[in-house]
């Protein structure tokens, strides 16, 4: 049987090697944070089907959070203008925060993310990102939880767009055009 996005995206991480090591970060995500009131910190709109499977891997009550930024307006470079478009709806103030993303791929949405959570004074802020692509990072991000190093291709699935598409695709997929 074909399915939509054949000709256009290649298997870069299989459906079933995503779902393993989201189990594996859940599981060392619930031992990190024993005792403690968590906040995921979920970034729109890639994060979203990470950071929920990731939310059901991990056994603690947490809450979840949604912040929307946009920095790709839907193509396949950064603009370098890092944009909120969705506020989380709490005070942020004394939680222990983890940001969850889909990629850090520039890191400069993530230095925004950090330097703008971190002014909320909350009781600390990690991050956790499936995905790194550490050959185009335009500046150093520390990554507490990584799920994969990935080369220098533009991948979509699993929460990842072109053009605002191919975010339903269930594995990391390499986009053949680029
Ligand atoms: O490290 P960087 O180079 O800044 O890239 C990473 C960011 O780019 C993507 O978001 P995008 O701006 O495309 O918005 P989206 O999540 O709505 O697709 C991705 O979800 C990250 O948030
Ligand atoms: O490789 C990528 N794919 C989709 N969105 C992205 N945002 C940053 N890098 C990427």
Redo the contacts with the bound molecule.
């Keep these: 049987m074909t399915t939509f996005h054949e000709k256009d995206v290649g298997v870069l991480i299989s459906e079933e090697a995503v779902q393993a090591r989201v189990k594996e970060l859940g599981a060392q995500i619930t031992r990190d944070y024993q005792g403690k009131e968590l906040t995921l910190v979920c970034?729109?709109?890639?994060?979203v089907f990470f950071a929920i499977d990731l939310a059901r891997a991990i056994d603690l009550p947490l809450t979840l959070e949604f912040l929307?930024?946009?920095?790709?307006?839907?193509?396949t470079e950064?603009?370098?203008e890092?944009r909120i478009?969705t506020d989380v709806s709490k005070p942020m103030a004394g939680k222990h925060l983890l940001i969850i993303?889909?990629?850090?791929?520039?890191?400069?949405?993530?230095?925004?993310?950090l330097e703008n959570l971190q002014a909320r004074h909350p009781a600390s802020v990690k991050i956790c990102s499936l995905l790194e692509?550490p050959a185009?990072?335009?500046t150093k991000?520390h990554i507490d939880y990584k799920g994969f190093v990935i080369e220098d291709k533009f991948v979509v699935g699993y929460?990842?767009?072109y053009g605002?598409k191919y975010?339903n695709v269930p594995f990391i997929g390499i986009w053949k055009h680029t």
Excluded: N, Q
Excluded at 68 to 75: E, L
Excluded at 101 to 113: H, N
């Design positions: 970034v729109l709109k890639g994060s929307g930024v946009s920095s790709y307006h839907g193509g950064s603009t370098g890092v478009t993303e889909d990629i850090i791929d520039t890191g400069l949405t993530m230095s925004f993310l692509k185009r990072a335009k991000v929460g990842l767009d605002e975010r």
